[in-house]
């Protein structure tokens, strides 16, 4: 099993920026793809960003693509996301989830067998 945390969400004004973190702990996911996610109200879930174990794969949604950042520290068994430029649709519940096996990082939800609790990340206008 894995445990996921996510830390570093709260209320910011549009432009500003928010750093996610994700710790992992338990069986660690060092070795494994792990991903970002958004929940906005009333919506489904969706992809933010993905990381490979190792970094070298990275993918993001159209919707972030270069204004949030995801990186990973294995050392630490934590998992980032730098999010900048933040705009009010980016307003949600994010989670952070890893891969129960290795393989390439993915934007499937259901390819992840962990989550964390969220965390919630707010953008003013």
């Known amino acids: 099993q894995v445990q996921l945390v996510e830390s570093g969400g709260g209320l910011v004004q549009a432009g500003g920026s928010l750093r996610l973190s994700c710790a992992a702990s338990?069986?660690?996911?060092?070795?494994?793809?792990m991903g970002w996610f958004r929940q906005a109200p009333g919506k489904e879930r969706e992809f933010a960003a993905a990381?490979?174990?190792?970094?070298?794969?990275?993918y993001y949604a159209d919707s972030v693509k270069g204004r949030f950042t995801i990186t990973r520290d294995n050392a630490k068994n934590t998992v980032y996301l730098q999010m900048n430029g933040l705009k009010p649709e980016d307003t949600g519940v994010y989670y952070c989830?890893?891969?129960?096996?290795?393989?390439?990082?993915?934007?499937?939800?259901?390819?992840?067998?962990?989550w964390g609790a969220g965390t919630q990340v707010t953008v003013s206008s």
């Open positions: 338990g069986r660690t996911s060092s070795s494994t793809a």
């Open positions: 990381i490979s174990w190792d970094g070298g794969m990275i």
């Open positions: 989830a890893a891969r129960s096996t290795t393989g390439p990082p993915v934007a499937m939800a259901y390819a992840y067998a962990y």
